[in-house]
């Protein structure tokens, strides 16, 4: 094998084995901050509803009676097991919730990111290509102002005008109700779902849904993306290699796109999975404002019920994501820039 593969092997080898302490003490913090508040979350939940009795028993059968290290020890077991517990006020298991809602979160994310970076990695290309012109000023005058929009506002305003006023996109919810409850949901995912089934229909139904909320979460991101795309890219047109290229007589459009956008990605690319990540949590707000069943929307409903072991396996699960992504950037960034190897 080459050095060059072998370094590759090396550092995605290197990252992952880093990556787990990092899980580690997430999963201490998210632990820990759970058994701050005084009492225990059976008591937190269900308080109110329940005789003594009662909740002394379900705290025996929860484990939460034992010694805090003994609760530790167990909750890293399950953690790695997948078994992160049932929520208290509606007995659903939280891999449920993760499967079930999560993957309507994820469904999102991905669509508000394919958005995010198609507008900002493109308007920020022809910002750089064409700097100083009409194009590179009112790409970056797009790029502050719906960047600094609030995502919920945007919603409101996506809304009112394609939904309320002109009719075209439908304003809420996952699918229609019809086409909800008819759906064959064999991997939870909408889009495929249907693609599976081959029901066109329905394709259409969950694509025209997706669309508002998509659009006003990737909108919002790709303003990051349109000032970091074209910052490194007038940055890497001033390199020398450039200036070679054009010296044996290569075309502008081929310098830009073969040469020094290669070059300006590497930046890019880490920013661009971090907003993914962020993304995740952005997907909260976009999901009250448009009725989007996530696990964003979850959350908050187990929060206000003082469910705190549902909400301890569902932050659980996003701390391992974030923290998944992270090591993804890492190895995508290794792949098209070499350096970062030896670094």
Sequence with gaps: MSSHGTSLRTYILTRIALAVPTVLILLTIVFLLMRVAPGDPITSALGARLPAEELEQRREAAGYDKPIPQQYVEYLGNVVT??????????????????????????????????AVVVGVGLGLLAGRFRDTP????????????????????????????????GWLPTSGRASPLVEFELNQITHFYLIDTLISGNWSQFWDVFTHLILPAATLGLVISGVLIRLVRVNLLQTMRGDYVEAARARGVGERRIVIHHAF???????????????????????????????????????RYLDQRDYIAVQGIITIFAVFVVLISVLIDIV??????????S
Aim: glycine share 10%; charged share 10%.
């Design 82 to 115: 997948l078994d992160m517990g049932e929520s208290l006020t509606d007995n659903r298991t939280v891999t449920s919730i993760i499967v079930d809602n999560g993957s309507a979160t994820l469904e999102l994310t991905i669509a508000a990111f394919i958005v």
């Design 135 to 166: 194009i590179d000023v009112g790409s970056r005058l797009f790029g502050i102002i719906i960047y600094a929009f609030p995502v919920f506002f945007l919603g409101f305003l996506a809304q009112l005008l394609f939904g309320s006023v002109l």
């Design 262 to 300: 290669r070059n300006a990605l590497v930046p890019v690319v880490t920013i661009a999975g971090l907003q993914f990540a962020i993304l995740l949590g952005g997907a909260v707000l976009t999901e009250q404002t448009f009725n989007w069943p996530g696990i964003g929307s979850e959350l908050i």
């Design 333 to 342: 960034t290794a792949f098209i820039d070499p350096r970062v190897r030896y």
